[in-house]
């Protein structure tokens, strides 16, 4: 009965690949989002989705492309990976303007 | 766009002190203010959250007040405990209707036995 689930959990590659992580909800919530929390612990919103369309787009490279197939589900692309990229990335999920719900994290290490 | 400010980064206290963690915000317009735990390698998690109707709010040895004048709102534990010992996110809505959260830098509370 887990609420926001990603996979993978931990995710190690090579500089230059492309990785693909994945994001589901099952509260029924029309809005889902991705972060980036770095080293030092800063969370920092990529994008937001509310029922399949974009609506959040801060500026984050163009390698990072989020795709959402439907309400429930939010994916992230991540093309020619970089060694800045590796962070701890957290799916979340909401009704707009209330309580945000996260994931589990995906561990993202570039080497 | 919307600022948060989060102090201090790091707090120790002795277990059965109080905690105080501040956050201050620059949007007027924010309504909207909640308070994550995150424990180490776990998820961020909500623990209470505040509208800009209310001035505070309380949940058992957490509380949370907010002066809208003064832009800025702070979490107060009362009889902390080592599981109290976390990284605290304050967080504040971005106006309009995206849900956008901006969040403060964090705090890293310990408690000693």
């Known amino acids: 009965d887990t609420a926001v689930s990603q996979t993978p959990k931990y995710l190690v590659t090579q500089m230059g690949n492309d990785k693909s992580i994945k994001c589901e909800q099952n509260?029924?919530?029309?809005?889902m989002y991705w972060y980036k929390q770095d080293s030092k612990k800063f969370l920092k919103i990529m994008f937001s989705y509310n029922n399949k369309e974009l609506i959040i787009n801060e500026t984050v490279p163009n390698r990072f492309s989020p795709k959402s197939p439907d309400k429930a589900h939010l994916n992230l692309h991540i093309n020619s990976l970089e060694l800045g990229d590796s962070a701890v990335y957290f799916c979340?999920?909401?009704?707009?303007?209330?309580?945000?719900?996260f994931g589990p994290g995906t561990r993202l290490t570039v080497t | 766009g919307e600022n948060v400010e989060q102090h201090p980064s790091t707090l120790s206290v002795q277990e059965g002190d109080s905690a105080v963690i501040k956050c201050t915000y620059s949007d007027s317009a924010s309504n909207y203010f909640p308070w994550y735990k995150q424990e180490l390698g776990k998820r961020p998690q909500l623990i209470i959250d505040?509208?800009?109707?209310?001035g505070e709010k309380k949940d058992q040895r957490i509380a949370v007040t907010l002066n809208k004048t003064a832009k800025h709102f702070s979490l107060h534990i009362t009889e902390t405990q080592p599981e109290d010992s976390a990284v605290y996110f304050c967080?504040?809505?971005?106006?309009?209707?995206?849900?956008?959260?901006?969040f403060g830098q964090g705090t890293t509370l310990q408690v000693k036995p």
């Open positions: 505040i509208r800009s109707n209310v």
């Open positions: 509260l029924g919530h029309d809005t």
């Open positions: 979340a999920s909401s009704p707009v303007g209330y309580e945000q719900y």
């Open positions: 967080a504040a809505s971005e106006p309009g209707n995206t849900g956008k959260l901006i």
